[in-house]
């Protein structure tokens, strides 16, 4: 059993996502995910609308750190699907900086 739990472990500290957060701690952008059969889609929302989801996509979002989004589960209700769908989705993500970083231009000119 203890085996089991170190595997684990390692196992999940090679896929750890970094997840971008905004000021109000929302994502940056809209975005989906699909694992399986599972779609899960979600939006930025304004500081004071806490987490809006249900079942294990709630939970991954609280445990990465999101405090105001806007969630739904889309397909297949399956836990675990649905999970692995917001965990693609939160890989997804990216900031200004990094979009302005791949098309070679300065994060000023993103905004005009």
Same mark, same amino acid.
């Given at each position: 059993?203890?085996? &089991?739990?170190?595997? !684990? $472990?390692?196992? #999940?500290?090679?896929?750890?996502?970094?997840?971008? %957060?905004?000021?109000?701690?929302? *994502?940056?952008?809209?975005?989906?995910?699909?694992?399986?059969?599972?779609?899960?889609?979600?939006?930025?929302? &304004?500081?004071?609308? !806490? $987490?809006?989801? #249900?079942?294990?996509?709630?939970?991954?979002?609280? %445990?990465?750190?999101?405090?105001? *989004?806007?969630?739904?589960?889309?397909?297949?209700?399956?836990?675990?699907?649905?999970?692995?769908?917001?965990?693609?989705?939160?890989? !997804?993500?990216?900031?200004?900086?990094?979009?302005?970083?791949?098309?070679?231009?300065?994060?000023?000119?993103?905004?005009?």
């Amino acid at each position: 059993m203890v085996g &089991a739990v170190r595997k !684990g $472990v390692a196992d #999940g500290k090679k896929h750890l996502v970094t997840v971008p %957060l905004t000021r109000a701690n929302s *994502i940056p952008q809209p975005t989906v995910g699909i694992g399986g059969a599972a779609k899960v889609m979600m939006r930025p929302a &304004a500081p004071g609308t !806490g $987490v809006i989801a #249900g079942g294990a996509v709630r939970t991954v979002l609280e %445990l990465s750190g999101i405090q105001n *989004i806007l969630a739904k589960q889309l397909g297949s209700s399956n836990p675990l699907n649905n999970a692995r769908a917001t965990l693609n989705a939160l890989a !997804g993500l990216r900031t200004l900086r990094d979009a302005a970083k791949e098309r070679g231009i300065p994060v000023e000119q993103l905004y005009g």
